[in-house]
């Protein structure tokens, strides 16, 4: 199989023969893996039981759905990557905000990944071969592991979906069995003794908003990775949106739920998961818990390393796409490595999606806000300006920067980080909520309403001519 050659360059209608099942294929094969089960760990380890847990779990995602899968419409009429495409909003230039949110979203969840992968891999090891269980080993084993994700990444989109055929069904076998392996120890009861806010109503808003609506919202630049591979002269966009609603749903609560069970039957507390895992194990499942680790970790990572690659090379137009991977890869692995041996894994996991959540809703609404607007319709060309490092186009704006976009993206990220609370830092407008974290609410409606006040004389930049669609995206 040759190695993708596409950057965040158009993709050619000829070359757009993915579809609706692909789409489902690969947010399933790829979310089937302990970086995204680790999260279902996320409720448990702040005191909610078998109940709460779940109703915070699909809450969450079911309202992150609703927000991030219509962004896989962008992408079916522009034929380029999310970020790209949102310089219809904020500029050719501006649309690097959108490389940068998807950049810190995609290097964070590799990280994970990797980490929980790793630590889970050098466990079992440890128990099957009695391989020391140390810093050095763990060291060996992240390095393993982003090696070969790199190979999946660099080879990109086609080897990637092919591997998430694969995982699609493997994954979903190995998780079957790790049901039974687990039930003998399983009980409905939380782990910790005391709510991690103190009462229950704030502890299952932040379950709900760190384990259920943080897992679509990691997707809000990646969607598109997939999705301009899809023809919209072949696949309506309702089928499109259905198939990635579904994908999302299916591809996010299966593995999260099953951290869920695992976490209560492990009695993971809240210093770890990967240690508890492995230590309730039966030796039986061992050898299938090591398989899940290592082929779960390099089939998500490697898309998530692949989109890092995407939006670097957004970001430094020069660089190729093989390099800006390599790069990525490097930089996660080193954030993997100050993570396992310097934090907390459950304060960082929080952190990092409460703090990604508040800066990156307000752009994927401003974005979907654009597309509504516009009805779908793009000047595909005029969005790769900047890629070929020229000036000009319908999405020029000032200096290649849509000024309303972007101060509205810097309003809602603000407000939404005056808001957010977690282990590390509590933002001053937690006071006006009792200390419930609202901060995706507050920092989406207040990009949302100050782009809508801002740009409510102002008509979409105008498009030649729309694109050829089988249906009008705007009836979705």
Not at 153 to 161: N, S
Not at 299 to 318: F, H, Q, R, T, W
Not at 329 to 350: D, H, I, L, P, R
Not at 423 to 445: N, R
Request: charged share 10%.
């Amino acid at each position: 199989m040759p190695i993708e050659q596409r950057g965040v360059d158009t993709i050619p209608e000829e070359e757009r023969t993915s579809g609706p099942r692909d789409l489902i294929s690969i947010l399933l094969g790829s979310n089937l893996c302990l970086g995204v089960i680790v999260f279902g760990w996320l409720p448990p380890s702040f005191g909610l039981g078998l109940w709460p847990s779940l109703t915070a779990i699909v809450t969450g995602t079911v309202v992150g759905i609703a927000v991030t899968a219509p962004l896989a419409l962008v992408s079916l009429r522009t034929a380029t990557n999310l970020s790209t495409s949102s310089g219809a909003q904020f500029g050719v230039r501006g649309r690097l905000v959108g490389s940068v949110v998807g950049l810190l979203l995609s290097l964070g969840y590799t990280a994970l990944t990797l980490w929980i992968g790793g630590d889970v891999m050098v466990g079992t090891l440890s128990r099957l071969t009695g391989l020391p269980d140390n810093g050095i080993t763990r060291a060996a084993m992240y390095g393993v592991l982003a090696a070969c994700t790199v190979v999946g990444a660099v080879f990109g989109y086609r080897l990637l979906l092919r591997m998430s055929k694969v995982l699609s069904i493997g994954m979903v076998v190995l998780l079957a069995i790790g049901v039974f392996a687990y039930a003998p120890d399983f009980t409905t009861a939380a782990p910790e003794a005391s709510y991690l806010l103190g009462s229950f109503w704030p502890t299952w808003l932040l379950a709900a908003v760190a384990a259920g609506l943080s897992g679509p919202v990691a997707f809000i630049t990646l969607l598109g990775d997939y999705t301009r591979y899809v023809s919209p002269t072949r696949h309506s966009s309702r089928k499109v949106f259905w198939a990635t609603a579904f994908g999302l749903l299916v591809g996010l609560l299966v593995p999260q739920l099953f951290g869920t069970y695992t976490a209560l039957a492990a009695r993971a507390g809240s210093t770890d998961y990967a240690g508890p895992l492995v230590a309730a194990s039966p030796f039986w499942y061992l050898v299938p818990l090591l398989a899940a680790a290592a082929a779960g970790s390099v089939g998500n990572a490697g898309l998530m390393l692949y989109s890092m690659g995407l939006d670097l090379d957004a970001i430094v137009p020069k660089a190729t796409r093989t390099k800006a991977t390599v790069i990525a890869a490097t930089v996660a692995t080193a954030f993997v490595f100050v993570g396992s041996f310097e934090w907390n894994v459950q304060s960082a996991m929080t952190s990092f999606v409460l703090l990604l959540t508040a800066i990156g809703t307000p752009w994927a609404v401003i974005t979907l806000i654009g597309f509504v607007r516009c009805r779908g319709r793009y000047d595909a060309d005029a969005l790769q300006v900047f890629n070929r490092r020229s000036v000009g186009g319908i999405y020029w704006y000032r200096g290649g920067w849509n000024p309303r976009a972007t101060a509205s993206w810097a309003i809602g990220a603000g407000v939404g980080l005056l808001a957010v609370s977690t282990p590390f830092y509590e933002g001053p407008l937690l006071a006006l909520t009792g200390g419930v974290d609202c901060s995706f609410i507050f920092s989406g409606l207040a990009g949302g309403l100050v782009y809508t006040a801002l740009t409510a004389r102002t008509a979409p930049a105008a498009v030649p001519a729309p694109a050829p669609a089988a249906e009008e995206p705007a009836t979705v």
